[in-house]
């Protein structure tokens, strides 16, 4: 309070010094001008008394008209041309009242015209020249304070994020706080830590122009994706360094600090609003269990790995065929989580005596199927490969799990495989109806869980685009109207251990995978966040759809309607039941075709298996979205 008190009024001495200035410049003006316009009319000798009342009377006139023209709400450090506007205003008023004055006191008619049009140009002068002299000197003074690496910074957000943040900063040093912007109304003309808050987010380019602001923070924890997406347009075009702190998903309850600051990115454009989890079901169903992860390396496997991890397990058993993807998973999980008990296992999910040798010896009673390829253009030749490691894989693994007692079994698959356009989509759809199958026959509850692309996955478009990029350019899109659903690597995690505690066995839970976004859109918002031009700094070019490629995902077939579940961003695909006929009989067709490396016979159990392959419309007005289906 006493800061506060200390503060305001340093503020009244300085006006009060401004005021004393301008009172004197306005008379020192009007002498100047009086001496000037009797040398010009050749008058006589001036009369001082007359001179003196004149400039009595100015006064009183002038500091009025000057208090009406806002000439004392700004601040010299930031004038600006608004400001040079008012004293223009101020001194076109000054001509009026001199006017008067004159006329008033019976002045000389040629003194007066020449008055009218000196007085006004001294006065302007008079009043400019030190602001702007004041002005040059203070932003030298601003680039040596620069060079010394104190940044002029603004916060976005004056909530509870925003006022640990200015505390953060205040304790660090080298960060001068100018003010917070905040779109709240009742935070208006109010101050925090005595920093005011100096309007709404939308000021921020004009706040960046009149404070020389090097720096804008983003601290809104709590931004939803609509939201991220203006205040980064708004910063933007102020055209300023722009940073923001973690979500409320990332950042948890830890304080907030300095080194929390992160460069915004597509994650916090695209995510969404932060997912509520029932976090007691999940802890249920994994602590003091005994976990497998196939696929246990790659993005998801290693998510679900940290996730699963939190939960205090039995054990944490993680099995993958790449050495480097398995040691990268294996020394995080040891370092962040030291009382974990973890065996990473190198091997091959197709390969029988590996997963019997991990199940006999881990008794894993949950297992995460995350194990597949899933490059879409590459598996479209690679019938073989695709083949063997998603459908015999989920096979291999699925009966070692029936085998062995396993209580729950979930098998991670996507939305490329509704209506397969590819052959990747088309292997993952025949091991959904593989473990619906066994699930009948088993004591094992054999789950699906069905979502679309995640964001910064390994192989995915959001690295191969940042790629282009950093060379410069094109960043390559295959069709202008192309569409995919997005979710986080950690909210497609959360939500994969929600959907295995909700299962009874059986089912095909699908994420809500919100709205669709377009690949273009998402390039644009890539290059903007390199602080780069779309079409001016890098060109996006079209190269046109990919052999299996499909303008638009769907999340359910065509016979499949949805049924709510305890989680509202958790639907169950209810399909109609029918068993795969002849299904068990193809498999082990397909496993010899495989081991006598026979591609044309693959494709032709494929296209038996799921003979959707390549029926899909490339109309994205036939697309059934999530929020346009009934609920079953």
């Known amino acids: ?74 601040v010299w450090r930031f004038a600006s041309l608004p400001d040079l506007g008012n004293l223009l205003r101020a001194a076109v008023l000054g001509a009026a009242s001199g006017a ?16 009218v049009w000196i007085f006004p140009v001294l006065l302007a002068v008079m009043l400019g020249l030190p602001r702007l002299m004041y002005r040059v000197f203070k932003d030298m003074r601003l680039e040596v304070r620069q060079r010394r690496v104190t940044r002029r910074t603004v916060i976005l957000g004056a909530g509870q994020s925003g006022r640990l943040l200015l505390k953060e900063l205040k304790r660090r040093g080298g960060h001068d706080v100018v003010g917070f912007l905040d779109d709240s109304p009742r935070l208006r003309q109010r101050e925090i830590d005595s920093v005011p808050v100096l309007g709404a987010i939308g000021r921020l380019p004009r706040v960046v122009r009149e404070a020389m602001i090097d720096q804008a923070v983003i601290a809104i924890p709590s931004a ?37 600051l992160k460069p915004v990115a597509i994650d916090d454009l695209l995510g969404r609003d932060p997912v509520s989890l029932d976090w007691n079901g999940i802890r249920s169903g994994l602590t003091g269990k005994r976990v497998l992860v196939t696929g246990g390396g790659g993005s998801i496997g290693a998510e679900l790995c940290r996730q699963i991890a939190r939960l205090d397990p ?31 296992v190198l091997g091959d999910a197709c390969d029988p005596a590996t997963i019997d040798t991990v199940m006999q010896r881990s008794r894993p009673e949950v297992v995460f199927h995350a194990a597949a390829y899933k490059h879409l253009p590459m598996l479209q030749t690679q019938v073989r490969e695709a083949f063997r ?15 062995y007692g396993v209580d729950i079994f979930v098998l991670i698959s996507t ?116 602080g780069k031009e ?18 638009f995902e769907e999340l359910f077939h065509a016979h499949e309607s949805y049924a709510k579940t305890a989680h509202e961003k958790i639907f169950l695909s209810q399909a109609s039941g029918e068993r795969c006929l002849g299904l068990d009989d193809r498999l082990a067709e397909g496993e010899r075709a495989v081991q006598q490396y026979d591609t044309a016979r693959l494709r032709s159990i494929l296209l038996d298996l799921v003979p959707e392959i390549g029926q899909v419309p490339q109309r994205s007005d036939k697309v059934i979205p999530l929020a346009g289906r009934r609920a079953g």
């Open 534 to 551: 779309p079409g001016r700094d890098i060109e996006i070019v079209y190269t046109g759809l990919r052999p299996g490629e499909k303008l």
């Open 100 to 115: 008067g004055v004159l006329l008033v006191l019976s002045a000389p008619v040629e003194l007066m015209v020449l008055m």
């Open 314 to 344: 039995a054990g944490l058993v993680v099995l993958d065929n790449s050495e480097y993807n398995l040691y990268r998973v294996d020394y995080r999980l040891r370092n962040e989580f030291r009382d974990l008990v973890i065996e990473a």
């Open 415 to 530: 939305d490329k495989a509704v209506n397969p356009a590819n052959v990747m989509g088309a292997t993952k759809r025949v091991a959904e109806l593989y473990c619906q199958q066994i699930n009948r026959q088993s004591s094992t509850r054999f789950i699906t869980v069905r979502f679309g692309n995640v964001l910064n996955s390994t192989g995915s478009v959001v690295p191969l685009f940042n790629e282009q990029i950093r060379r410069g350019g094109p960043v390559t899109v295959t069709h202008p109207e192309i569409t995919r659903y997005f979710m986080t690597i950690a909210e497609a995690g959360q939500l994969i251990l929600q959907a295995g505690v909700l299962g009874r066995g059986g089912e095909v839970f699908v994420l809500d995978m919100g709205e669709p976004v377009r690949i273009s859109y998402l390039a644009e918002q890539l290059i903007r966040l390199a």
């Open 389 to 403: 490691n998603n459908v015999i894989g989920t096979r291999r693994v699925a009966e070692a799990a029936d085998r």
């Open 224 to 260: 939803t994706n609509q939201q991220m997406q203006r205040i980064v347009q708004i910063c933007e075009q102020a055209e300023v360094d722009f940073k923001t702190l973690p979500t409320l998903k990332e950042l948890g309850s830890s304080i907030t600090r300095f080194d929390d």
């Open 1 to 74: 309070m006493t800061g506060r008190v200390e503060k305001r009024n340093s503020l009244l001495n300085l006006r009060a010094v401004v005021v004393v200035h301008d009172l004197v410049m306005i008379g020192l003006a009007w002498l100047a001008a009086r001496a000037a316009t009797a040398w010009l009319i050749d008058a006589r000798g001036p009369d001082w008394q007359q001179i003196a009342l004149e400039a009595n009377l100015i006064l009183i006139l002038q500091g009025f008209l000057h208090w009406r023209a806002g000439l004392y709400r700004g």
